[in-house]
């Protein structure tokens, strides 16, 4: 089977603007240098003192007792679902949740865990339909095991769960016996955006992670973070999957500049997010989610072009965005660009509606 490209072709038009994904930063100098002068050993065997380094710094920014350094943050998500469940599980996480939508079904495939969709605003589940969702336990219905909240919320809009919903989607699961769990691949994006301790959004979650690739701007690299006993069954998977690594220092000493110096500037990620959303709401046929963080999600229904056709047309003049369904498109802010920028994406974008 042929797969659609992710991207039209268009190597012959020099990228100007690129709002595709925060992934798409590239090490900065300085970062760079960080990882040349790393000190390295055998990660595998505990032996790597500068991702020892990491791992403890985020154990510690996130109050759990243990963290284990991964390539991705799909590895991080998919060890915990294999470590908090068994075949024939049911996970409940919200409808739009990267599980569900972006990790190659990887929770039944791997673990033979279902994820069950749960509605809610934004990508926030409320409290009622987790309740809702709740099986008393029988011999008929799958065995509830985990739930899952993502912070924040990437097909949401970039959506921050207030620390309220955090908590009360993590005692509705306690209290029926779930584990819990949160991808917070853009949590240090809530925590800059809310100026709330990260402590304080994870405290009802058995286990949670933090992506160094995506606003942080590291090119490899993600924490997972739990108690001790739960972070020593990771390492099982960790093994099991070819994870374990050798001289990852190297990596995580990105990570730990990342901590040192990306994590403030976040902010001016939402200030061009909010300069960018203000700027095309001026804009005929657009309609845009204010955004909370540094996603903003454009409808184009009203212009009667399609996504993908916008897209594509943007990326011959210079704009790389992405598509996120049929009507929808997602530009998002990064290490990368500036204001100025942002300007220069408008204009691109105001050429292509005209
Ligand atoms: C990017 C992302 C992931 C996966 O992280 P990778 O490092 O790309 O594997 C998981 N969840 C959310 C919400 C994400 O945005």
New binding site residues.
């Given amino acids: 089977m042929a797969y659609a490209p992710l991207l039209a072709d268009t190597r012959a038009v020099p990228v100007r603007v690129n709002l595709y994904s925060d992934?798409q930063t590239k090490p900065t100098a300085p970062m760079r240098a960080a990882m040349a002068a790393a000190e390295v050993g055998d990660e595998q065997l505990g032996l790597d003192p500068t991702v020892n380094a990491l791992t403890a710094r985020v154990a510690a920014l996130l109050s759990k007792e243990k963290a284990v350094f991964l390539p991705?943050?799909?590895?991080c998500?998919e060890i915990a679902i294999l470590v908090h469940c068994r075949a024939g599980d049911e996970i409940l996480a919200h409808e739009t949740a990267?599980i569900i939508a972006?990790e190659g079904g990887a929770p039944w495939a791997l673990a033979g865990a279902r994820v069950r969709g749960l509605a809610g605003d934004r990508g926030i589940v409320s409290t009622a339909a987790l309740e809702a969702a709740i099986t008393h336990p029988s011999r008929y219905s799958a065995p509830q095991r985990l739930a899952v909240a993502?912070q924040t919320s990437?097909l949401g809009g970039g959506s921050i769960w207030p620390p309220a919903a955090l908590a009360d989607f993590a005692r509705v699961a306690k209290a029926a016996g779930l584990a819990t769990h949160m991808?917070g691949?853009?949590l240090m994006n809530a925590v800059v955006a809310t100026n709330i301790p990260a402590t304080e959004m994870t405290a009802g979650y058995d286990s949670v992670w933090i992506?160094f690739?995506?606003g942080l701007g590291a090119p490899i690299g993600?924490v997972l973070a739990g108690s001790e006993a739960f972070i020593d069954a990771c390492w099982v998977w960790k093994q099991r999957l070819g994870g374990a690594l050798r001289q990852a220092g190297i990596a995580a000493a990105a990570c730990l500049y990342a901590l040192e110096h990306h994590v403030e500037r976040l902010a001016e990620d939402h200030a061009n997010a909010a300069r960018l959303a203000a700027a095309l709401a001026g804009l005929q046929h657009f309609s845009v989610e204010t955004p909370q963080t540094n996603l903003v999600f454009i409808d184009c229904r009203a212009s009667g072009r399609r996504a993908a056709e916008i897209s594509a047309a943007c990326r011959r003049k210079g704009l790389m965005v992405s598509t996120m369904g049929e009507w929808r498109l997602r530009a998002c802010t990064h290490l990368d660009v500036d204001a100025a920028k942002i300007d220069e994406a408008v204009a691109i974008l105001a050429e292509v509606l005209a």
Avoid: V, Y
């Avoid at 991705?72 to 590895?75: A, P, Q, S, V, Y």
């Fill in positions: 992934t991705t943050g799909t590895m998500n990267h972006a993502e990437n991808d691949a853009r992506d690739t995506k993600a």
